[in-house]
């Protein structure tokens, strides 16, 4: 007969519970054995383990070495410093938020390192958290930095704002009306109008704008129109007033809005920016996402 009465007693023997941030000490013990690294004896109150941990997680250390209100915070603090990066992705406060980011995963590092540097000067203690910075920005934040812009996203500024182009985009999923990023070219480059009209100079870096005209498109222009296989559209600014042309295989017509600067006769600069309208596929950027999160991207 079942006695409902006795009290479930847990054995003392029984191990705690595995934590949320156990696997990642799982990795590192892995690798301080992989690397011999079982033989550095640590001082009183720091593990391998910890130390490793608090390197890689921003505001850890805080929350290992306690007390575990103040890790708490610290790491719901670099949480919010990472969303805000994300929001403010290629504006200044964005920029910011990740400067703080590096700066507070750093001084949790060496918080949890406390043990090993109570025994070093003013100046020991100052290399080592300079050390430590350098580190974690070149081995951490660096890599994952330069992965989001080289493979991910891609932020343009155009008249004040900015616009989050989404990197791995098929080239042959671009269609008219799609607003695109693209290098303008490696240097700068200048014409001689001739006439004494003086140079005209256009800066290299990246363009950005809406794809008017598709490969194989014929672009028509005359005084207060251009038209796109006879679809008519307003005329943009230093748009040529007469002529056509034919957008060459594995290109794109888009009409450069910022990328030519100088004085000069008004029909080579159109001449120019006729010639830096033809984008190559080679020199696609990125297309213009929608959405920035919750943020509607919206074009000029």
Known sequence: MARP?????????????ARWFSPVFYFANAIRRRFWLDRIHLPRGMTFAGASASFVVPGLGVYIRGPRLWGVAALLG????MLFYVVGFGYSAGNFAFGLLLSAHTISFVYYCSPLLQQENLRSRV????LALVAIGLLIYLPIRNG??????????DDGRVYVVQRQFPVAAIRRGDWIGYKLGSGSSSWDTGGGHGTVYVRSGMGFGPVLAMAGDRVTFSTNVFTVNGIQHPLLPHMPQSGEVAV?????????????????NE???SSIMLQLALVPEKDFVGKLSQRWLWRRQMTP
């Open 5 to 17: 009465n006795i009290e479930t007693v847990h054995p003392e023997y029984y191990p705690p519970r």
């Open 148 to 157: 989001m812009l080289q493979r991910r996203w891609l932020p343009l500024r």
């Open 248 to 264: 060459p295989e594995k290109n794109w017509f888009v009409w450069p809005s910022y990328s030519i600067s100088g004085a000069g």
């Open 267 to 269: 029909d080579r600069i």
């Open 127 to 130: 290399v080592l958290t300079l």
């Open 78 to 81: 670099c949480g919010l410093l």
